[in-house]
């Protein structure tokens, strides 16, 4: 059965980081595409962040130079590294895999950004 647990989310001033967890149990971690998606309050979920298995990288206009995705095999997690939080940012935070279609979700962290 394959899971994804996040962890991480919070509560935090403007302009503060904050760090996101994406475990995964029973799933091929290492050799597919995962990613992290937002949804905020009346808004359409929208993709974040994306990692491949190669090591690429690609991210929403809105988060490029503050967020960055990564990952440690060895432990089965992605990584979402938050900086520069806007209050716009306040959302609740889902990883998935695989990319671009994924079929698994995390249940979300959410994350809210004061200002």
């Known amino acids: 059965q394959v899971q994804l647990v996040e962890s991480g989310g919070g509560l935090v001033q403007a302009g503060g980081s904050l760090r996101l967890s994406c475990a995964a149990f029973?799933?091929?971690?290492?050799?597919?595409?995962m990613g992290w998606y937002r949804q905020a309050p009346g808004k359409q979920r929208e993709l974040v962040a994306a990692?491949?298995?190669?090591?690429?990288?690609n991210y929403a206009d809105f988060v490029k130079g503050r967020f960055a995705i990564s990952r440690d095999n060895a432990k089965n997690t992605v990584y979402l590294q938050m900086n520069s939080l806007k209050p716009e940012d306040t959302a609740v935070y889902y990883c998935?895999?695989?990319?671009?279609?994924?079929?698994?979700w995390g249940q979300g962290t959410q994350v809210t950004v004061s200002s």
């Open positions: 998935a895999a695989p990319l671009p279609r994924p079929d698994y």
């Open positions: 029973g799933y091929f971690f290492s050799i597919n595409a």
């Open positions: 990692l491949t298995s190669g090591g690429r990288t």
